[in-house]
T-cell receptor, first 112, second 112 residues
Framework: EDQVTQSPEALRLQEGESSSLNCSYTVSGLRGLFWYRQDPGKGPEFLFT???AGEEKEKERLKATLTKKESFLHITAPKPEDSATYLC?????????????FGKGTHLIIQP | NAGVTQTPKFQVLKTGQSMTLQCAQDMNHEYMSWYRQDPGMGLRLIHYSVGAGITDQGEVPNGYNVSRSTTEDFPLRLLSAAPSQTSVYFCASREKWAYEQYFGPGTRLTVT
């Protein structure tokens, strides 16, 4: 069964304290791995797509990386406005459904 | 562009009532999907469409109907609401040859 597991479930950091969020996956064939940010009461906001192991993408204080078994979202010198739930999702090859399989998310709080 | 829009934002139904959740996108995306988000469960795919006139089931389709008569609109119908359908519902769309999906703001549904 295809699975996406995110850790930790919650993370509290001080402003400026860098860290990483993990997304591990066991899928039959990966077509792409996606990172989203979700603010309370809002829909997920697309951040990155990664397609192959070794690929990296950056946006402001965020950097996403991908290996054959997991992805990391590195947050460098975070600010309070980076507080949100970060979702990881995978799209698998050959699946009948054109949908993303999501992890449960990491709830990130950045304290000033 | 407004992107993906959803109405209503909030809805309360009694068990057995029916209703339609509206979703529209103005990006000319061929692919559209409906997800539900429940605490501790992550986002799960209900139904999806790869173009006007074509729909298919996702992971949790029971109790829901969809149709796609135009590229822009993809309504989700609850035939006979049940308390288990209390959730937050998100509509998403994407281009045919790009896999990142763009989400609407969500509809929070409570069934009593």
């Amino acid at each position: 069964e295809d699975q996406v597991t995110q850790s930790p479930e919650a993370l509290r950091l001080q402003e400026g304290e860098s860290s990483s969020l993990n997304c591990s996956y066991t899928v039959s064939g990966l077509r792409g791995l996606f990172w989203y940010r979700q603010d309370p009461g809002k829909g997920p906001e697309f951040l990155f797509t990664l397609y192959s192991a070794g690929e990296e993408k950056e946006k402001e204080r965020l950097k996403a990386t991908l290996t054959k078994k997991e992805s990391f979202l590195h947050i460098t010198a975070p600010k309070p406005e980076d507080s949100a739930t970060y979702l990881c999702a995978v799209l698998i090859k050959g699946g009948g459904a054109d949908g993303l399989t999501f992890g449960k998310g990491t709830h990130l709080i950045i304290q000033p | 562009n407004a992107g993906v829009t959803q109405t209503p934002k909030f809805q309360v139904l009694k068990t057995g009532q029916s209703m339609t959740l509206q979703c529209a996108q103005d990006m000319n995306h061929e692919y559209m999907s409906w997800y539900r988000q429940d605490p501790g469960m992550g986002l799960r795919l209900i139904h999806y469409s790869v173009g006007a006139g074509i729909t298919d089931q996702g992971e949790v389709p029971n109790g829901y109907n969809v149709s796609r008569s135009t590229t822009e609109d993809f309504p989700l119908r609850l035939l006979s609401a049940a308390p288990s359908q209390t959730s937050v519902y998100f509509c998403a769309s994407r281009e045919k040859w790009a896999y990142e999906q763009y989400f609407g703001p969500g509809t929070r549904l409570t069934v009593t």
